[in-house]
């Protein structure tokens, strides 16, 4: 089998990315601007789908532009063409080293996980298998989900609207960015609302964001002694985890909160690589490692996070807010991890995001979302609306 075409497939939509406001039933938005989707198509008319979150008008450059003549200076797909899609390490390590001099990271890197993740779709195809057969076996056929939000203005518009998550069914909730972090006193108040409202069984997630999100001018972020001291206030109302809320550069940060604070550490979304995620988890930054599939490097990377994470004996739960193709992988890999705690659930997804796969997955009776089980990756894109919202 060859490769024929990598893809890049840009899409927009009419919403912008929105934080909420006071009001409980005001949902957030997504990226319902702009999606891009990568297609790897093969000469045996198989093909392998990803969606990525990166600056997406760049991203098409990186994989279907001009190349240079120089290895380090190719584009992704000028790298692909004619090999055999079920070489995965191997095209990995070309692709990473094709690209090294402009890529290693940012933009580069997520191109490559989206390609990484849809040649495993590909082999998962190829052998007429669910792709967590490939994995190393499923060990569970659900896993609760988390509703995945942006912070509420006030903390009525918190209480109201984890009262509506938890009435929708589920168990767990993330409020994250929005307004937190603009004042110490009511980020409390935000915090303690949503508890009160959730009660003391179901999980509370707090993601307070590493820069302050309206921003303008210079970002004022939070020293090392206040990122402790925000996690020791909301401490008394038991968050499960406290997110990504440290400089990603800062490893000895993180480390040193951890060794501190009186809640559990989440982060890892900003992290790519191997080779930084074999120091992020050595340095003991973080009790729960938050790989994200369409950035870290794909499956190929957040297969080998889950076996570091397992010597650690840390958690994982992969950073998951995008459309359901990501929802796909990251159910795939939560399928055969020893122990597994959550599905990210991304409950503000715009037209957009929703619309790739149709609103592939829903929320069991029970808080949970089943590992999809057919062959392959287990969803399909909804080939009309892509059509319909595509741009280039
Ligand atoms: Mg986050």
Known sequence: MRITDVEPILLRGKEAYRATSGEAEAEATDNGDWQMLVRVTTDEGLSGWSDVETLSTAAVAIISGQSMGITGFRTLRDLLVGEDPLDLERL????????????????????????????????????????????????????????????????????????????????????????????????????????????????????????????????RMRSRRENLELCERIAPYRPGWVEDFVHPERFDEYAWVRAHSPVPLAAGEQVSTAWEFERFISEGCVDVVQPDLTRCGGLTVAREVARMAERANIDLVPHSWLTDLLNAYSLHLIAVLPRAKFLEFNVSQSALTRGVCGGAFKLEPDGTVMIPDGPGLGVEVDADFVKAHRVN
């Open 92 to 219: 990995w390590d070309k692709l990473y080293v094709g690209s090294a001099y402009y890529g290693r990271r940012g933009i580069a890197l997520h191109c490559i996980s989206a390609i990484d993740n849809a040649l495993w779709s590909i082999r998962a195809q190829a052998a007429g298998l669910p792709l967590h057969k490939l994995l190393g076996g499923k060990r569970r056929d659900r896993i609760t989900a988390y509703a995945s939000t942006l912070f509420r203005e006030t903390p009525q518009a918190m209480f109201e609207a984890a009262k509506g998550y938890a009435a929708r069914g589920f168990r767990a909730v993330k409020f994250g960015w929005g307004v937190f972090g603009e004042d110490p006193g009511r980020d409390v108040e935000l915090v303690a609302a949503a508890r009160e409202a959730l009660g003391p069984e179901r999980e509370l997630l707090v993601d307070p964001g590493w820069y302050p999100a309206g921003w303008k001018g210079a970002p």
